[in-house]
């Protein structure tokens, strides 16, 4: 066999380089007896690598490894990789996730960021049916903006999935100062439910990641931040509707939902019935 016939083929399924994820991925076939290629190295960027056929060699950061058909080993970012076959050909499908999403993901999981272990691992069910999901989507797509933000999520929950299988949370109670913070965003929702309050802008405030701070917010108020300020919103607008004659859409925009059908929804739901009728009563 010559040593062109030898060289891995390498077929791109999706690039979201412009992305908030920015993640490559791959199908790499390995032909019988490939040597193994020069090593390469991605400063920024982890590879997950899934066997899906056959038995793939390879070597990280010089550790030897093979992987079989539903093993999957991880390259972290910066190290020098290779990989090869000794005997029947293999097919691995190659994942580049930036390590800037996966320490978001991390600090969402509340895990202590560290590098990923050495060795060859077995796949767990949700992370195959993640990757499975993405290769599906990749072949079947329209290539819009609804299919970047599903990849998008599947390259996300991907890496969750990777998380939860190497590490464990870390479980501090909360902080003094993030209980008072807790209390004063929500004393400011009920003074001001019509302001637009956004998760991410709610936990900044705290110092908490987004997972933090629902779990905090939850335990001090029973409920979830979103659900509380609907109360509060309702609230509101039942007390406008008793004591003023603003119309129905008036009070909708003014207690800060953003319709007026969506202000009688979540009213009707509240108090079984629409605000008009409620008014009239």
């Not at 490939?34 to 690598?49: F, K, R, T, V």
């Not at 093993?71 to 050909?89: C, F, K, L, M, R």
Request: hydrophobic fraction near 40%; charged fraction near 20%.
């Amino acid at each position: 066999m010559s040593s062109s016939a030898a060289r891995p083929t390498s077929r791109p399924l999706v690039t979201l380089a412009a992305s908030g994820v920015s993640a490559d991925a791959r199908q790499v076939i390995y032909p019988k007896w490939s040597p193994p290629p020069a090593e390469e190295q991605h400063d920024h960027e982890l590879a997950l690598c899934l066997a899906e056929r056959g038995v793939a060699h390879g070597r990280v950061d010089g550790r030897q490894s093979a992987a079989r058909r539903g093993q999957y080993s991880i390259v972290p970012a910066g190290a020098p990789h290779t990989n090869w076959t000794e005997a029947d050909p293999a097919q691995v499908f190659v994942l580049h996730i930036r390590a800037s999403l996966l320490a978001q993901l991390a600090d969402e999981l509340e895990i202590q960021a560290r590098p990923f272990p050495p060795g060859v691992f077995e796949t767990s069910e949700l992370l195959l049916l993640a990757v499975s999901t993405l290769k599906h989507e990749m072949a079947n797509a329209s290539f819009d903006r609804a299919h970047e933000l599903l990849v998008e999520s599947l390259v996300s929950a991907i890496g969750v999935a990777l998380l939860r299988s190497h590490f464990q949370p870390r479980a501090p109670g909360p902080t003094a100062t993030g209980s008072t913070q807790v209390a004063e965003i929500a004393d400011r929702m009920r003074a001001e439910p019509c302001a637009p309050y956004t998760l991410e802008m709610l936990s900044r405030c705290t110092g908490m990641s987004r997972f933090q701070f629902l779990r905090e917010f939850k335990r001090q108020l029973g409920t979830p931040p979103h659900a509380f300020l609907t109360a509060q919103r309702l609230e509101k607008g039942s007390r406008l509707l008793r004591e003023t004659d603003l119309s129905v859409t008036a009070i909708a925009f003014e207690v800060g939902f953003g319709s007026v059908g969506r202000f009688t929804e979540a009213f009707k739901r509240r108090h079984g019935a629409t605000p008009t009728v409620w008014r009239s009563r």
